[in-house]
């Protein structure tokens, strides 16, 4: 009788999965499958003539320049993920505290994670103006005569990209961090301001090791997201000035759907599959060092 009543929940399990799953075969594992297929084809979009071109795709892909451009982009825009990490981090230990209108200093660095990513782009594309920019008045009231040129040049474009998306991701890792603190025996703290730690010490020695799952998950969800995202690149420069800030997705994005090279754009994908595959393990296992659960 119980065997019965296991196999009507097995399957009513498998009825509430079913829907996704599907979901998941018809738009994630089959298109991978053909992306995988199209990487040893010449296929271009909208052409009724797809030719088996071996490693053809993958040659020119390590002859290209711009596939090693896009790799270096890509490294300096992960830079940004740890930095965003521990920046959130220090403002959620601030507003864990008791500090005057915490709630609505929440709200507002949460705000940037909910905004339209084009209105992101318009007001940084104003604030980083070279020439009547806010930022740029500021720096030059303070004595530096030719402050950088930001968006506009090849040396500090992609600079100005991590300062923006450290800015677009703090609020989302600060309520991520808030929740984990919430978690943290307040009588442990007491207890450790009764023994003489100071401040500085519970937060290196308390607060920093009990939030450290949290810290992973973080980084190695903040990692996987920074390194497929262009959205706000692609609006902001568009992968310029001249390839400076043009990153493996914006690249693939730009050979699928603006040069319509889709064997190409294939190649380039599974690349970045690998790259992301290959930061993944690496975390899985620094991780046994540093989290603590």
Avoid: C
Avoid at 233 to 259: C, E
């Amino acid at each position: 009788m119980r065997s019965s009543w296991m196999k009507r929940q097995q399957y009513l399990g498998y009825l509430f999965i079913g829907p996704n799953m599907i979901g998941v075969i018809l738009f994630f594992i089959l298109p991978a499958l053909y992306s995988f297929y199209l990487m040893f084809t010449d296929y271009k979009f909208m052409s009724p003539d797809t030719k088996f071109v071996g490693l053809a795709n993958i040659q020119r892909m390590l002859g290209d320049e711009v596939f090693y451009i896009a790799i270096k982009n890509t490294l300096l825009f992960l830079v940004s993920v740890p930095v965003s990490i521990a920046l959130a981090f220090v403002v959620a230990v601030i507003l864990n505290r008791s500090v005057y209108l915490k709630n609505l200093l929440r709200a507002l660095y949460f705000m940037p994670y909910i905004t339209s990513g084009v209105a992101v782009a318009f007001v940084w594309m104003l604030l980083f103006s070279p020439n009547n920019g806010p930022i740029n008045g500021i720096l030059r009231s303070i004595g530096i005569a030719h402050p950088p040129g930001w968006l506009s040049t090849t040396e500090s474009s992609m600079y100005a990209i991590d300062i923006i998306w450290i800015w677009f991701m703090l609020g989302y890792n600060m309520i991520i961090y808030l929740a984990a603190l919430q978690e943290v025996s307040g009588e442990l703290l007491e207890a450790a301001k009764i023994d003489g730690a100071r401040t500085w010490q519970m937060i290196r020695s308390i607060l920093w090791p009990l939030v450290s799952p949290t810290t992973f998950l973080l980084l190695i969800t903040g990692l996987i997201m920074s390194i497929k995202h262009f959205g706000i690149i692609q609006a902001i420069t568009q992968g310029g000035p001249g390839n400076s800030t043009t990153v493996l997705s914006l690249f693939i994005y730009q050979n699928a759907f603006r040069y319509y090279e889709m064997g190409y754009a294939s190649t380039i994908s599974w690349a970045l599959f690998a790259i992301i595959l290959i930061f993944t393990i690496v975390q899985w296992l620094g991780q046994k060092r540093w989290v603590h659960y």
